[in-house]
Each structure stands twice: as C-alpha cells, then as structure tokens.
C-alpha cells in the first residue's frame, strides 16, 4: 500500500486524481465506487529503478488532460492523461536558483529537494507556480500554454520568486502554494505567508 499525498478534485465531472508515495498518479471516477483507478500512470514506468513518491497534483484550468505533480526529489512533471503510463516531460525543479541553468538541470546542488506544491494559475493558464523544500517559490511561464509540447524547455521561462534576492537563506521550506484572483500566496516553515502580485 502506498500513502496517498495529494488530491485534485476535477470540476464538472465526478473524477479525482491522486498521487502517492509509490509515484504513481491515479484516476479515480467516484460514480464506480469501489472498482478501483480507472486510470494509473507512474514514475516507474519512466525509469525501471525509479521509486520516488509523488507530493502533489493539479490540472491545467483549461486543458483537463493536462497534469502537473511534483515528486519527492524536486521534480517537476508533466502528464498528458490521452497518452502514455509515465510523465511526458520531466524537470528538476526544486533547488537553488543556481540550478535553473541549463533548463532546469541541477548545476551545483547535488542534494534533491522535494517539490511539495504545483498549481496552475485559473486566470493564466501560461503560469504554473512550485513550492520546494529548499525554499524556492517559482513562475514558470509557457509561451502559448502549450505545457505538453515537445519543445517545452526551449519555450519556457522560469522566475524565482523566492528567495527574495540571491543572497537570501534558502534554508526555510516553502510547503504550499495557492493562486487566488491577481495574487500568489504560499506558506513556510517559519510560519511566514509571502503574498505576490501574480504579474510580479
């Protein structure tokens, strides 16, 4: 059995999604209760010796197929729910600013640090907001809201909203994230809630 990490209930339909300690993403449709996911995608599908866990999910606002989680080592991955058992595009997301060099790969910090929080923005579609234990708050932009295109790294922008400036402690996790009308707001360890403009 596997711990069940995240939740996202998806509107109009009577579906769910979750994800899990066993890295997998799950489908479930509440009108057959008891029959089980109607659909099961995972990060071990992606790499045979994978066995990382899945802390969070969301859906694209305007594409239901479309899927962010983010996963125990700070990765931030894409599902297109049409297609595929595994994640169609897989990025490091949450360490240091240093490490959005080279799309996102990580540059100095080896140590993986979970990405607790993914949330698209319901107003702009081409945002998706990340929330990380190293304490990292990040935009990331799309150019066209194209999230599942194959060119993804080459059209996306990344902004660290967190730390303040690159001489910021990042020591202090930043555990969620949440969109509400012109404004990003998430919480940290410390107790402390940063609220943001979102066209920061």
Known sequence: TCSINGLHVIDQRLELLSVNCGGQLKVWDLRAAGEGASQT????AAAASCRLGLLCVDRHPQQPHAIATGSTDGRLCLWDLRMGVSPIISLLAGNNPGSLQDGGKR???????PL???RFDPTHPDRLYTASESGCLWRWHMANSDW???DVQRRMNVTPLLPLSSSNDCSTPINCVD???DFVVC???DESLYIFHSSM
């Open 187 to 189: 919480g940290s360890d």
């Open 148 to 150: 599942l295109s194959v």
């Open 179 to 181: 969109v509400v009308g």
């Open 116 to 118: 607790w929080s993914v």
């Open 41 to 44: 995608l995972s990060l071990a």
């Open 107 to 113: 540059m100095k910090d080896p140590e993986y640090c």
